[in-house]
Each structure stands twice: as C-alpha cells, then as structure tokens.
C-alpha cells in the first residue's frame, strides 16, 4: 500500500508532463477544460435557439418582419441622403428646382450649390492660414527658418557624436585609422596609463621609444592597435583590452603616431628594425624606400 501511495505522485506528475497545459493540478487542468467545452456548447445552442426564433417570427409575424426591413431600408437611404449633401449631389428628379431661367442656344445651366465638403476645405484653409501667422509671425511661438535651421544642426551634431561613439567602440586593429581629434584625448590616456614604462614624451624606460624609426612589433597605426590591445606577455606589457575601451586603444594609437621624431631628451637605445615612414604629424603611413607602404614588422 505505501508502495502504491509513493508512486502515485509520480504517476500525476507523468500525466501533467504529458498534458502539458500549464497547472500545478491535473484536475483544474480537467476542469477547465470541461468548462470550455460547456461555454462553446452553450454558444451553439444559443445561435440555434435564435435562428429558430427568427423562423418562428417570420412565420407568426410577418408584418413585424416588414417593419424591421422597412426601417433598414430607412437607415440605408439616411445614409446615402447625407452623403449627397456632403458631396453636393441632387438626384435628377430635383433638377427642375435649381434650373436657372436663362439659356443660350438651348443649353441650360443648373444653380448647383458649392459642396459641403469644399466649403469646410476653404474655411479650413483660412482658419488654418489665420493660426500659422499667429504662431509663427505674430506671438513668435513657433521657430522661424533660422531658428529651425539651428536647432536641426544642434540634433544633427548630437546624432553625429552619438554615432561617432559607437564606431568607435567598434573599432578594431583592422578598421582602426589615425585620427588627430582622438590624438588629443589619447595623450591624457597615456599619461595615466603608459608613462611608468614609456616614459613621459615615449623616450622609453623599462618599455621602448615610441618616438624615433625602430619597431619592435611594427610602427603603423594598426600595429600599434594590436600591440596595446593584446599587450606583449613576454616582455612584461600586458594586455589592455580589459581595461582600456576600443576607442580609447585607438586614441592612446592615434597619441603615438604623433610623437614620430619629436627628439625627446635622454630616449633609450633602439630597438627592433628601422621602418621609413613620412612626417607624424600628416598621419602618413610607414613608408619604404620606394615611397610604398612597408608591411608591419
């Protein structure tokens, strides 16, 4: 018997897994189905009784019938009365009461009245005309061309900051370009976060100079992302992409590029290969001998 009582909570939770209607109870699930079922055999009996009723009535009470039709054929032709008016219509049997009296050559012109509907357009226009200059002219409410014209540059400048955040948090070492608005934000960056080991000007110290022609891991903008992104473990740098944003790596970037051959006072020695690039300051690539851009070391 207690084998059986121990098993039974286990047959009703197979039995609402397999159900899967959405209770804690089989039989709430069981009785709420019923009710369904009794609601929409109800529904049906009622749609029954009343067309029987109606074929009753239509038997018993055909003068009841023709009333209601009657008055449905009222409503229709209200409907379509009202309609004429708004749209100026006059059936053709009315005609002969807004003939105007003159003709010429036979023909004859009707006195049609202007329609509802052009009349409440030409009003409206007025009316509408009649607030604008108030607004706009008059109280000085509403924005005149130069005041719209500088508060859509305003929104414009703001969805242009905006977008340019989120490139550049977007930015990477392959989409990453010199950019000497972001110069100026990268040196505070550096100044935090890079002066222990490179030194206040990039003359180097424990880490190399950023400032004269020798690279160690490439000199270009998009090397110099990678490296500060993913850090050198073997020489002691770590990886800054857990701590710096996307567009800050790109601004510290940018901040590099820009000491290329500024002579800083007391540089350590160099370091890795000679690479040939123009002036820093232009944000020209490394360049090679023959003027071509020279792959990263």
């Known amino acids: ?33 019923v009710l369904i079922v009794v609601m929409l055999a109800l529904l049906a009996s009622a749609l029954m009784v009343n067309r029987a009723m109606k074929s009753i009535i239509k038997i018993t009470m055909p003068e009841l019938v023709k009333e209601e039709q009657l008055k449905k054929l009222a409503n229709k032709g209200w409907l379509k009365r009202s309609w004429n008016k708004i749209m100026g219509i006059r059936p053709i049997s009315e005609e002969k009461d807004i003939v105007i009296d003159h003709e010429y050559d036979g023909i004859r012109e009707l006195d049609n009245p202007i329609p509802i509907w ?10 509408f005309g009649v607030v604008y200059l108030f607004i706009y ?17 305003v929104v414009a400048e703001k969805e242009r900051q905006a977008y340019l955040a ?8 392959n989409t ?94 160099a370091q890795g290969e000679e690479v040939a690039y123009g002036n820093a300051k232009d944000a020209a690539q490394p360049k090679d001998g023959t003027g071509t851009e020279k792959e990263a070391e």
């Not at 897994?17 to 209770?23: A, D, L, N």
């Not at 002219?137 to 540059?153: C, F, L, P």
């Not at 500060?228 to 992409?241: A, C, F, L, Q, T």
């Open 137 to 153: 002219q008059v109280s000085g409410i509403g924005m005149n061309q130069d005041q719209e014209y500088a508060h859509e540059m």
């Open 1 to 33: 018997m207690s084998l059986l009582l121990d098993t039974a909570p286990a047959t009703v939770e197979a039995v609402q897994s397999t159900w899967g209607f959405g209770t804690d109870n089989l039989y709430t699930d069981i009785l709420i189905i």
């Open 176 to 269: 990453v370009e010199f950019e000497p608005d972001m110069a100026v934000e990268g040196k505070a960056i550096f100044a935090t976060n890079c002066v222990a080991c490179h030194g206040g000007n990039g003359e180097g110290g424990i880490g190399p100079n950023l400032t004269d022609k020798f690279w160690l891991h490439g000199g270009e903008i998009k090397d110099l992302f990678k490296t500060i992104k993913y850090g050198v473990p073997d020489k002691g740098m770590v990886p800054w992409e857990q701590t710096l944003s996307p567009a800050q790596i790109a601004q510290v970037a940018s901040y590099i590029v820009t000491l290329r051959d500024t002579h800083p006072a007391n540089p350590k020695e």
């Open 166 to 173: 989120a490139s550049a948090s977007n930015v990477d070492e």
């Open 118 to 127: 052009f009349n409440f357009l030409f009003y409206g226009t007025i009316f």
